[in-house]
């Protein structure tokens, strides 16, 4: 299994740019998550999703848009890049059943400095 | 909104001393999970913790979460140099179910 997948590794966008953040996981887990690191920072989520055709916001959504056609990929989309926007994005998958959540396997993260 | 804190920000120790981060939520957590990022990588998984109370080891690694399910904290033992990095606490609230709440993360380094 390639666990979580993420592409591009890093890219440089300019103000008012657009982009998708594309994010594949190949263990049939049903959330997906979208987190962003600020250097020296934890993280925050900006959209998840418990299953193909569900989304739903996260604390950080603002700028940023999400879909989820199938159980394996989750992309997200950024429009109109601000500098705010630059950090370090991370997809994360996991399986939650009536248990409950269990560990989030995350991807290598995406750098993204907007200038 | 939740918050989830964790201190100390920064902790320096000589090898083989012992290294404890605290981490500490605004609201009542469900369950509290912990991730270790080195630096330039990403969060790899560590441990879940479900109920009140409950400890769980690692070989040297000993985690708590804590009576109220408000704080956890996870202790190291005799450190090693393979232990540097961050560490975070991520806190699934009981009212917004499947949200993961970060906590701000503690950075280790270890002194050879």
């Known amino acids: 299994n390639a666990g979580v997948t993420q592409t591009p590794k890093f890219r440089i966008l300019k103000i008012g740019q657009s982009m998708t953040l594309q994010c594949t996981q190949d263990?049939?887990?049903?959330?997906m998550y979208w987190y962003r690191q600020d250097p020296g920072m934890g993280l925050k989520l900006i959209y998840y999703?418990?299953?193909?055709?569900?989304?739903d916001k996260g604390e950080v959504p603002n700028g940023y848009n999400v879909s989820r056609s199938t159980t394996e990929d989750f992309p997200l989309r950024l429009e109109l890049a601000a500098p705010s926007q630059t950090s370090v994005y991370f997809c994360?998958?996991?399986?939650?059943?009536?248990?409950?959540?269990?560990?989030?396997?995350f991807g290598p993260g995406t750098r993204l400095t907007v200038t | 909104g939740q918050q989830v804190m964790q201190i100390p920000q920064y902790q320096h120790v000589q090898e083989g001393e012992d290294f404890t981060t605290y981490c500490n939520s605004s609201?009542?957590?469900?369950?509290i999970q912990w991730y270790k990022q080195r630096p330039g990588g990403h969060p790899v998984f560590l441990i879940q913790?479900?109920?009140?109370?409950e400890v769980k080891k690692q070989k040297r690694l000993t985690f708590q979460f804590g009576e109220a399910k408000k704080n956890s904290s996870l202790h190291i033992t005799a450190t090693q140099t393979t232990d540097v990095g961050t560490y975070f606490c991520?806190?699934?609230?009981?009212?917004?179910?499947?949200?993961?709440?970060f906590g701000t993360g503690t950075s280790l380094t270890v002194i050879p």
């Open positions: 994360a998958s996991s399986y939650s059943g009536t248990s409950g959540s269990y560990e989030q396997y």
């Open positions: 263990m049939n887990h049903n959330y």
């Open positions: 999703s418990v299953g193909a055709g569900i989304t």
């Open positions: 609201t009542t957590l469900s369950n």
């Open positions: 913790l479900v109920k009140s109370g």
């Open positions: 991520a806190g699934d609230n009981l009212n917004t179910g499947n949200q993961f709440y």
